[in-house]
């Protein structure tokens, strides 16, 4: 298993540009989400699925869109992007156990994204 | 609003030196505590999940304990592949299915 992959690793957009960032997991996961990492800060939560054509926001989800139309991807869309964009991204996903009180989430390498 | 405060922010050992890592908690019911690692340009990966207050988890030099207020990371005899940041999360119990609060971390580097 590959577990969460992410493309690109790196990008560097001009302000007012829009890009994807790709997501992708293998383990049949129905949770999946999007966070971002700034330095010095705790992971904050841009959007989550919790299955196929559902999406929901999250804290941070201004400047951003997603979409879910398979289990196995689930895409960020950047529009016009703005420097308070600049972070790290991470996708992850997770899968509800029966009976379970939570459920670990997996995490992929991450986008680095500037803005400039 | 579930907070979680991690402290030290940064902790440099020595080789062999134990020590312990905290994450303080703040939430109207604990669904679970979680431990991640991540190392630089990496996603974080997980170590463990705690429920319940006197639960003890261990994995090869770390071990994670949890009460009612925070949780400890333990790492005993450090070795310099330990160095990393340390993640802490909860999950209330109020809360969603999806949302995890993360603190900020502890970055431990381990010198030989």
């Known amino acids: 298993n590959a577990g969460v992959t992410q493309t690109p690793k790196f990008r560097i957009l001009k302000i007012g540009q829009s890009m994807t960032l790709q997501c992708t997991q293998d383990m049949n996961h129905n949770y999946m989400y999007w966070y971002r990492q700034d330095p010095g800060m705790g992971l904050k939560l841009i959007y989550y699925s919790v299955g196929a054509g559902i999406t929901d926001k999250g804290e941070v989800p201004n400047g951003y869109n997603v979409s879910r139309s398979t289990t196995e991807d689930f895409p960020l869309r950047l529009e016009l992007a703005a420097p308070s964009q600049t972070s790290v991204y991470f996708c992850a996903s997770s899968q509800p156990r029966q009976g379970a009180r939570t459920y670990e989430q997996y995490f992929g390498p991450g986008t680095r994204l500037t803005v400039t | 609003e579930d907070q979680v405060t991690q402290s030290p922010e940064a902790l440099r050992l020595q080789e062999g030196e134990s020590s312990s890592l905290n994450c303080s908690y703040t939430v109207s019911g604990l669904r679970g505590l979680f431990w991640y690692r991540q190392d630089p340009g990496k996603g974080p990966e997980f170590l463990f999940t705690?429920?319940?207050a006197g639960e003890e988890k261990e994995k090869e030099r770390l071990k994670a304990t949890l009460t009612k207020k925070e949780s400890f990371l333990h790492i005993t005899a450090p070795k310099p592949e330990d160095s990393a940041t340390y993640l802490c999360?909860?999950?209330?119990?109020?809360?969603?299915?999806?949302?995890?609060?993360f603190g900020k971390g502890t970055l431990l580097t381990v010198n030989p």
């Open positions: 705690l429920y319940s």
């Open positions: 999360a909860v999950h209330n119990s109020g809360g969603s299915n999806y949302k995890l609060t």
